[in-house]
């Protein structure tokens, strides 16, 4: 099984061209399922929508952080959410609130069930020097999941591999597919992440994009 994680950095400039080029990247890696992050939707634009579409995938979206965005020269009422593409059947989804501060709020959680396996999408905050909420997002959404369901978690966690929110999910038995050949995803830091529980680790295939337009996407 192959998993791809990419924050699509919503509808930044510029947008069309970085769409064809995401959407062609993805291709590439082969994915069996996609965690999309900023995933924007808004004057008939549909970031996950096209990339599923060149991939052949399902979609299971979870719009959120709905407002107006400036796009080429106009203003779109537009949302900027999360979505799974999956090869296969997304057989059941549950949007999860997660704890947030009133300078980020609707931070959520996208919980999907494919087959016997639990896929959960997230972006935890983004702010500055906040391992604390970080770390609370992560425990609310642990003390929602089912304990022995093979499990992979995947995204933006705008936290490093030493932050508490990370070690949280080291703590509740989720190995680091990438600890053995990290990378870098914003700059010179690691801040994306794929884990799993109960699945076997050995032979696991990982394909992690940046979470910047400088990855190949601008």
Known sequence: MRVLTWNTWKNSPPYQDRLSTMAELAAEADPDIVLLQEAFVGGGFDTAGHIAARLGLQVAAAPARRKERAHDGAMLDSTNGLAILSRRPVDAQRILALPTHPDDPERIAQ???????TVVNLHLTHLDGAHA????????????????????????LNAEPNDPAVQVLRDAGFSDLAEATPFTTAGTRRIDFLLC????????????VGDTPGAGVK
């Open 133 to 156: 909420l970080r770390r609370g997002q992560i425990l609310h959404l642990l003390d929602r999941l089912t304990v022995d369901a093979a499990t992979v978690i995947g995204g933006d």
């Open 197 to 208: 529980r109960g699945l076997p680790v050995e032979g696991a295939s990982v394909t992690a």
């Open 111 to 117: 919980i999907a069930r494919i087959g016997a396996m």
